[in-house]
């Protein structure tokens, strides 16, 4: 892959990413049950990234269970996606030059132990454009599998009796 080819499909996963983070700020305001946008502002500004998940994650169990577990799965696969894209976003790229005599970018990752002489070295992952075009795809998807389930459970069934317990 070559280093222009790199950077337009981080790009791509970049803004792909920034639209499924806008999803989650709006779950929340749906669910947060709150009128005023600058005090919702306040609260998706002050919350770091990953914890808007956690509280969105959270609120949903004050609804039915059929659009509580839509909720909970797609923020599941927001988890997910938000590792890779960070692993991804924030990694360390060394480029080598292969025996086909082309240039490849590595990902270098976590440290592997050598159980042979006890030392951690760091692992090398060869970046596949299919790596992030995968993302890509699934970062799309997460996109209309919201919007699906906003058409399909919006407004939010609240659950009827205040006697259940609420499973955060």
């Not at 997910?80 to 960070?86: F, I, P, V």
């Not at 006890?118 to 209309?144: C, G, V, W």
């Amino acid at each position: 892959m070559s280093h222009s080819d790199h950077a337009r499909q981080l790009g791509e996963v970049i803004i792909a990413w920034s639209n499924v983070t806008d999803r989650v700020e709006r779950l929340f305001i749906d669910l947060a049950d709150l009128n005023d946008p600058f005090v919702v502002g306040v609260f998706v500004e002050k919350i770091r990234d990953g914890q808007l998940d956690e509280v969105v994650h959270s609120l949903a169990a004050k609804l039915e269970d059929s659009p509580r577990d839509a909720i909970r799965d797609w923020i599941r696969r927001v988890r997910s996606a938000r590792k890779q894209r960070n692993e991804y976003l924030h990694g360390v790229y060394l480029p080598q030059r292969h025996s086909d005599g082309q240039e490849h970018l590595y990902l270098l990752g976590r440290r592997v132990l050598d159980r042979n002489n006890a030392t951690a070295t760091p692992a090398m992952t060869k970046l596949l454009s299919s790596n992030l075009i995968q993302l890509h795809q699934e970062l799309l998807d997460l996109q209309r599998r919201h919007d699906e389930l906003v058409k399909e459970h919006f407004p939010w069934p609240v659950r009827r009796s205040h006697g259940e317990e609420l499973d955060l």
